[in-house]
């Protein structure tokens, strides 16, 4: 995204962008909790034009911008960014005797995606909600995901960062829930972490 923003001759440091991008997070989880899904592609927009505007692309040049990135996204999945402490945090859950798998709303391409962020190794299954024709926050992906560990929805704990659709869905299909919360917008009425560095320390203090 960097690249893309320094190619239309915006001098954007990764630090900057990284900032911006959580606040144009913060609008998306608004509008999530007004009811929309957070599959709906005019949602998509509205977080990608905040991002770009409040990054510094100029408005007329937002639309070839958007076609930029849904160009690259086609030819390289743009979702593949992953902190350098994540493969070390997912091997101490597996030490600690986790088992690990991912559940996403995605658009076929996750395992990939997962490959080239060099986390794939760490977990048993990847379920991409294109290729099983059903998503989250539906109880039937996290049936799926608890029956490929051959475990019940009791014993199994999701981790994702949408509220409504990973937090409330998981719970809803009995399974117990984590919510990835950089911004602290849910700590009040869920289990939360800051980084997801913190996510062994915080299963270890549960039975």
């Known amino acids: 995204m960097v690249?893309?923003?320094?190619?239309?001759g915006i001098d954007i440091e990764v630090d900057v962008f990284r900032r911006t991008e959580l606040n144009a997070r913060r609008i998306l989880h608004?509008?999530?909790?007004e009811g929309s899904k957070g599959t709906e592609p005019a949602l998509w927009s509205q977080y990608f034009t905040?991002?770009?505007?409040?990054c510094g692309v100029r408005e007329e040049r937002i639309a070839a911008v958007g076609e930029r990135v849904r160009r690259e996204h086609r030819s390289d999945h743009l979702w593949t960014f992953s902190l350098p402490h994540t493969p070390e945090v997912m091997r101490r859950l597996t030490e600690g005797g986790y088992r690990l798998g991912v559940i996403s709303n995605a658009d076929g391409r996750m395992e990939g995606a997962l490959e080239v962020a060099g986390i794939r190794e760490h977990v048993e299954f990847v379920i991409d909600s294109e290729v099983v024709g059903v998503e989250k926050?539906?109880?039937r992906i996290f049936e799926a995901g608890c029956a490929a560990l051959d475990l019940t929805p009791e014993a199994?704990?999701?981790?994702?960062?949408?509220?409504?659709v990973d937090y409330v869905g998981a719970r809803a299909a009995g399974l117990q829930a984590v919510l990835l919360d950089p911004l602290g917008l849910h700590t009040e009425w869920a289990d939360?972490?800051?980084?997801?560095?913190?996510?062994p320390k915080l299963l270890a203090g549960r039975s």
């Open 137 to 139: 926050p539906d109880s």
């Open 156 to 164: 199994c704990v999701y981790v994702g960062d949408l509220y409504p």
């Open 30 to 33: 608004s509008r999530i909790e």
């Open 192 to 199: 939360t972490v800051a980084d997801l560095g913190e996510l």
């Open 3 to 8: 690249d893309i923003f320094r190619a239309e």
């Open 50 to 54: 905040t991002l770009f505007t409040d």
